[in-house]
Structure formats: C-alpha cells, structure tokens
C-alpha cells in the first residue's frame, strides 16, 4: 500500500512505497501531476533493482548466486560487486562482503559461526561472477540501498524532476535545492547535528539501527569502537559503503581509507568521543546537543 502525504510548505510531493522490508521515501519540489507518472516508474525501478540485491528473497539474482555458486550477472550487479571488492581490498579484508551467513545468523539472533571465506573467494570473469569457497554468501546491504537509491535520483532527475530527496531508509540521495539533514545521537532520539547539504548524498550506519536484545547484537557484523558513522558523498552508493567501513575498520585502516576517499565524515565512539574527517565540522549549522 502506497502512502501519499503532500505538503507545500516544504514540498509539493511526498510518497512513501514498500522497499528494503519497509518503506523508501520521495519527497519531489515538483508538480502531482507531472510527477505523478514518473514516480510510478520510478517505483517500478526500485522493485527491478531491489530484485537484484535482495538476501531475503530466495529467487533475487543475488540468492541464486549465492546458491548455484556461478552465475551470467546483470550490469547492475556486476557494477555494484565491483565496487564492493575494490573496497574490500582497499579495507584489508576487514570490510568483506563474503560473509552473508553470518550476518543471516546474527539477524536471527543466533551464534555466528566460524565462517572460513572471504572476499578474496569471490571472482568476476567478463560478466560471470564465481564463488570459489563454500562458506561464502555475498551481502551487499552495506552498499546497495545507496546504489538503488542513486539511481532512482538519476532517473527522476532524467525525467525533468529538477529537486527533491529520496530517503532509503535513512539514507539520503539529495539533488537540486539545499536541504537541511539531522543526524540522530547513537543513545538517545535527540538529533547531534543538523549540517546542511546540496547535490550530494548522506549516509548513517549504526548499532542502533538494527539489533537483537542489545546494541553489542547489532546488525553490523564485526563492529569494532564506532557506534554511529555519517559520511556524505558526491555519490550514496560511496557514502553507504563507506558509513559501514567505518564501523568495522581499526583505527589505522579507516585513517588511511578516509584520507584517501577524502568524503566529510563524522564518528561517534562507545563512549560518545565524536571525531570529524575532511571538513564535516563545517557543513554542520547548530551547536551539539547533550550527548549524554
């Protein structure tokens, strides 16, 4: 079921459509009925797209990967994998994709097991990808929500939509007029910092997004002292993966991966030090709330 909100004080369309196991939003500074078409398609692209990457799906192209072991991919997730990989060496192997069942087990609530793969088992030969180790289940949750999300805003934008925001489950892909993003405190439902973007997207991976009894069961799989990460990028496929790359890199590897990718970016540790990479401290327009 489709909910449709519309408001003309901050836009003049909002829809809310069943994506990602809820709900993706599309807030559009354009007319209902010029847009009203084109949203549909849009949706229709979401649906092909999610069709795609989606784990819990057993018929996805990505669940027939990871059970007949070899399969002629799409374009899209070719693109999308590849990305991935280049990440995962650029991270060491600390941000690895391979590791699917366990992130199936530890949604479950169940012990992860000893899962003896990585991202180095997966292979891409033209457009075949191969998975040469029997351990390995390919997620791309960490980057994929921002891919779909990226490119429906090319497509609105194709469509002559010239300024809106689509919110992927709290991920955000921004294009045409300056919107103001809050980000939530890690602990607590106050917002830490509103910043101010335009053209770009924003991305928050947390512990407290997704658990099981306790943040220390979160749905992030080999979280080392970073509770909350918001990065913003030209492009919110990088901001997604990179929000999560933060989480589960050491000190050292994220520093260098940061340095190197040069995004704005803030972190919140365990115990709610906040740190700030490639002059995010300036995008931000209020004062930090209580962070206690």
Sequence with gaps: MI?????????A???????????MG?????????SEPILNDAYSLALRLQ????????????????????IKASAELLKVLRIALKLCESSNGEYDVSLGKRFLERKKGQSSTNTKCSYKDIEISGDVIMLHAPDVWIDLGSIAKGYIAERLAEFLMEQGIESG?????????????????????????TIIHTIKIKDKGVATSGDYKQYVNDYSNSHI?????IISATVVADSITYADAYATILMVCNEKVREGMMKEAGYPAMIIDKHLNIKYYNGFEKLIINEVVDET
């Design 51 to 70: 069709k795609i990457f989606n784990l819990y799906d057993p018929d996805s192209e990505i669940s027939t990967l990871n059970n007949d072991r070899h």
């Design 3 to 11: 909910d449709n909100m519309y408001n003309t004080d901050q836009h």
């Design 221 to 225: 799989l080999n979280q080392k002292d």
């Design 26 to 34: 599309f807030y559009l500074d354009a007319d209902e009925t010029f």
């Design 13 to 23: 369309i909002s829809k809310k459509y069943p994506l990602f196991g809820t709900v």
């Design 165 to 189: 925001y689509i919110d992927a489950r709290g991920d955000l892909a921004i294009f045409g007029d300056e919107r103001e993003v809050g980000i939530q405190h890690p602990r607590n439902d």
